[in-house]
């Protein structure tokens, strides 16, 4: 990036750090938390820096005593971008997670942001920082599909009705019998789930919550239907209820299992339950575990993902569910091709 580029990034860097009135900084303050930053540059040069933007911005400074002081007026409104090393780097990161949950259609209302933030890292390679962004990454637990895309249209037919209340005719691809369906929707919440964002909905008259793949929504417009507001629903209690974790049972259970080593200081630092407790390694190696965790199919996943590390004792049909799916994988593995 050229030194001019350089300076630039510096003025509104410099920018950024000075508070308004009654707040104020030293310049030295000011050259201490610009080197923070990665810019390399003397005391006399943020002072000449200050004096240029001064006949610019309404900048202030307190000569009473030195170092100088610096602060904006009071009633001075910024709209300069605030950026610093740590958001910029949380843009990246971000940007990166992202992209493997939302909907490009979602991302792209970002774009503006991520684009500032890779310019303010790319620019700090030239002040004595690395290549930051040659060196974070963010990935998913576990194998992770490419999000299904969804027309920028849909995305924003849907998320304007969400937030001001109002009905949706919709043609929806119905995934259980592969045909075009006509709905009448009446949004309640987004849910974005590993690739997939989903939109909970009722239909019509009809009272129950069902869920509806963005992806699959072919056309979308504003309903003339006046809209049927639910009152008493909260998506974090809709959630609570098991809704996306696939309850087989009803309410919770008390796992209780065997597990290796490994496996307990994982869950030493992130914990499967909020009520959980790993016993003392018995002579054979085995932690016992115990977490009170949902009856559902996320849990059933999450205890086979771990094969031959993890051994579950209690509660029996949980146990003999998995003694099932065992059975089956082995039939079903066990023939030749």
Known sequence: MSSQHNTLFRYLTLLQLIPRQPGYRATTTLQALLEERGFQVDLRSVQ????????????????????????????????????????????????????????????????????????????????????????????????????????????????????????????????????????????????????????????????DIRHFALHRIKKCKHSHAVYRERRDFTIDEYLKQGAFGYPIGEGDIELVAKIRPKIAWLLSETPISEHQSLSEPDEDGWVTLTAIVPDDLQTQWWVMGYGGEIHVLEPEHFRSRLVSVINNMQNLYSKVI
């Open 48 to 207: 000449r820096d200050l004096e240029k933007m001064s006949s610019n911005f309404p900048l202030l400074c307190d000569k009473t005593q030195k170092p100088y002081r610096w602060s904006f007026d009071a009633a001075f409104k910024s709209n300069l971008p605030a950026l610093d090393t740590p958001t910029a780097l949380t843009l990246v990161l971000a940007e990166e997670y992202l992209k493997g949950l939302l909907p490009q259609a979602a991302i792209v209302q970002l774009n503006n942001q991520f684009t500032a933030a890779r310019k303010y890292l790319e620019q700090l390679k030239e002040s004595g920082f690395s290549d930051w962004t040659q060196h974070v990454k963010a990935i998913p637990n576990g194998k992770a599909l490419i999000p299904a895309p969804i027309d920028s249209i849909i995305w924003a037919e849907v998320t304007d009705a969400l937030l001001k209340g109002t009905a949706l005719d919709v043609t929806y691809l119905s995934r259980t019998k592969a045909e075009e369906k006509q709905f009448t929707l009446h949004p309640l919440g987004l849910v974005a789930r590993h690739s997939v964002t989903y939109l909970l909905a009722t239909v019509g008259d009809y009272e």
